[in-house]
């Protein structure tokens, strides 16, 4: 488990001074300790409508988003508190608590609406406070919502004409559920004499006003981007906290018995609400966002800004997954290492030995570089860590073939040193000296071989000593005048043969482990192409589920139009709805032929890699890929 943040405060995350936007290195580096995925919760809102108040509730506390009580709005720019998430132990909250829209001392409005975008942007639930009443004059204050498709991009593809349109009909797939909080609520909810909930409430001021007028078209527009952008919408009303001016400008110092209990109620029901229906905060596809992607994503997004250009999910997006990847290659490659280092020890016994530990190892690094990337156009990175793993793997078996080589003849010279003090000596110049060094060296032989895991150089090691002892050996029988000519060359045949049978152990060894290392770069191309399959069909099974949320939000849409008596919207809807009709179909019948594609190209590109005989591997690759081929 991650360990947790403890934020003693807020802390600001973008800064805006002189309307100018910066992102606060300092709050990056908080989030860049955050690898659990985030709920980001932001607030917006006209300044001096109490936003803080109600993030400090969410976060536990009375204290910590400054608080004013005066006409001056008092936050600036974003500020940020991350705090463990009260519901999800697994996850971060984050508060993203704005300065307040519309502050008489700007200068500029266009600030005030790159704030609302970057709310929306960052945010996996957006809440919007306000005063009083949702009437026509609290619409028009929000019409931030309508400047949305002017600020925010879903793709990175040149604006055409009409492209605004088709590109915002994406930003349900990536925007923040939308919750607005109406302050100091003095109304009945009731709608032509009946009760009706806060939700009903927000559901008929989001109606639309029959009439084709440009001043009617106007007052809709905020209701149609509200309803259309943000996949939920939910209310929240409160009652005034309480009556006393002067309790109610030190709100945050006084105790819950001073406040009003209706009120303290709503603010406990909206903050049980968050805590337990806010989602996590994901991109598209299903995307997560963890506490370093959303630094990455604000500065991407801030930078844009002060570029003059508009912030762009796809381009973000591309951005944080080079980044994300190569962190996630590099994660990958460690957990090989030490995975490795933990289990193996030198020398093994056989290659084998040492070729089945990588294999699990390299399993559960190409697992975790699955788990923590994304969007690996080409699989880039994906063959990048076939690499090195492979050139890890190739050096450990050379170190495991200099600790055998080692362990061996540091085992032989120990054995045999009474043989060579002998030979030094003479003991073997003698009549019987050959039957007498014959002996010696097989009780050597035989001691050598009881010495339990001496690894793959073992026989390699012995050989070489053999051949050592050869001269000396022919020595000591050429010179021994208890045998006759005849015994001579009779043992020396016996040595040749010998030495024949060692060379073919030896070669049938080194044929072997050939053999063992083909099988293993087979394993890693196959393991490699199992969890590419695996992951592609999941980030498939994210698409068409986006892609059903999205068709299902535009068809509640449409129904309502049509139960609202407004057909000509409802049926310019239908080209939306029919293209994503078609790309569901697509997407659920035409899955397995792209994906063997995929697989066939990354299978040879593979193989490539791993630089093994074309013959074998290629076969495997056609018989993998030949597995996700319909049938």
Request: aromatic fraction near 6%.
């Amino acid at each position: 488990m991650a360990p947790r943040l403890n934020m003693m405060a807020p802390i600001c995350l973008v800064e805006n001074i002189n309307e100018q936007l910066s992102v606060n290195q300092e709050a990056l580096q908080i989030l860049d300790q955050i690898s659990q995925p985030l709920v980001v919760v932001a607030i917006v809102g006209l300044y001096r409508t109490g936003k803080s108040y109600l993030m400090n509730q969410l976060a536990g506390q009375n204290h910590g988003f400054p608080l004013g009580s005066t006409v001056q709005s008092k936050t600036k720019g974003i500020w940020m508190w991350c705090v463990p998430h009260p519901c999800k132990p697994d996850h971060m909250l984050v508060l993203l608590d704005t300065e307040g829209l519309g502050d008489v001392e700007k200068g500029d409005s266009k600030n005030d609406s790159w704030i609302f975008a970057l709310a929306v942007l960052l945010s996996s639930m957006l809440v919007y406070n306000s005063l009083g009443t949702i009437n026509h004059q609290a619409l028009e204050q929000l019409h931030y919502v309508t400047e949305l498709t002017e600020l925010i991009r879903a793709k990175s593809s040149p604006p055409s004409v009409g492209d605004e349109v088709e590109d915002s009909t994406e930003f349900v797939s990536f925007f923040p559920d939308f919750i607005w909080t109406v302050r100091d609520f003095t109304l009945e909810l009731k709608l032509n004499g009946h009760p009706i909930t806060e939700d009903q409430y927000l559901e008929n001021a989001l109606k639309l006003i029959p009439g084709r007028n440009p001043k009617v078209q106007l007052s809709n527009l905020p209701r149609e981007c509200i309803r259309y952008y943000f996949p939920k919408q939910k209310c929240f009303v409160f009652d005034r906290p309480t009556n006393n001016k002067e309790l109610l400008a030190n709100i945050e110092n006084i105790a819950e018995y001073q406040l009003d209990p209706k009120f303290l109620e709503q603010t406990k029901k909206f903050c049980s609400y968050i805590s337990t229906q806010a989602r996590t905060k994901t991109l598209r596809e299903g995307i997560m966002v963890t506490g370093k992607r959303l630094g990455t994503l604000v500065v991407t997004y801030v930078d844009a800004i002060n570029s003059g250009a508009v912030p762009c999910l796809e381009n973000a997006v591309t951005t944080l997954a080079q980044i994300e990847n190569s962190a996630a290659m590099q994660k990958a490659a460690e957990h090989y290492s030490q995975q490795m280092a933990q289990r193996v020890s030198f020398p093994t016994d056989t290659l084998q030995e040492l070729l089945d530990q990588h294999a699990a190892c390299e399993r559960e690094a190409i697992a975790v570089f699955m788990v923590n990337s994304f969007k690996d156009e080409n699989q880039e990175f994906q063959k990048n860590l076939v690499k090195i793993i492979k050139d890890k793997k190739d050096v450990l078996v050379l170190q495991n073939e200099e600790a055998s080589a080692k362990f061996c003849r540091d085992k032989l010279e120990q054995l045999s040193m009474a043989l060579m003090e002998s030979i030094s000596a003479g003991t073997f110049s003698v009549p019987g000296g050959h039957k007498l060094y014959m002996e010696t060296k097989t009780r050597i032989e035989q001691n050598y071989w009881q010495v339990p895991r001496k690894g793959v150089k073992a026989n390699e090691v012995f050989q070489s000593f053999l051949q050592s002892q050869a001269p000396i050996e022919k020595s000591i029988l050429q010179a021994d005048k208890a045998l006759t000519d005849g015994e001579k060359a009779m043992a020396a045949e016996r040595a040749r043969k010998k030495a024949a049978e060692k060379e073919q152990e030896l070669m049938r060894q080194k044929l072997q482990e050939q053999q063992q290392q083909m099988e293993a770069q087979t394993r890693s191309l196959e393991e490699n192409i199992l969890q590419l399959k695996q992951k592609m069909e999941r980030d498939r099974e994210n698409l068409l589920r986006e892609h059903t949320m999205m068709l299902e939000h535009k068809l509640k849409l449409q129904e309502d139009m049509l139960n609202d008596g407004f057909r000509k919207q409802a049926d310019e809807m239908n080209a939306e709805i029919n293209q994503l009709k078609a790309k569901i179909t697509a997407t659920e019948t035409d899955d397995t032929p792209w994906i063997a594609k995929t697989i066939d190209r990354i299978g040879t590109e593979i193989t490539s890699i791993l630089s093994a005989p074309a013959k074998l591997l290629g076969n495997v690759v056609r018989g993998v890929g030949s597995l996700f081929k319909r049938k």
